[in-house]
């Protein structure tokens, strides 16, 4: 890893903390995730009745 590390020219700790994050999402990511789910939800949900839907329209249907 150190080898790799080097020829990217980013430290070992920035390596570590990075793989820690991914192992360990924050809050914001799981807030994403939650975001993401209701977007594509709504989205089968239009593509199922087989009607187009406009970005106006998503916006409209998420509305919190």
Do not use: K
């Not at 080898?3 to 914001?28: I, N, T």
């Not at 239009?46 to 187009?52: Q, S």
């Not at 970005?55 to 509305?63: C, F, I």
Request: one cysteine or more; proline letters at 3%.
């Amino acid at each position: 890893m150190a080898w790799l590390c080097r020829q990217l020219g980013v430290a070992r700790s920035g390596d570590y903390a990075w793989r820690h994050r991914q192992e360990a999402p924050g809050q914001r990511a799981a807030e994403n995730a939650v975001i993401t789910a209701e977007i594509q939800a709504v989205f089968h949900e239009h593509h199922r009745r087989e009607v187009l839907i406009s970005p106006q329209q998503l916006q409209r249907d998420l509305a919190f």
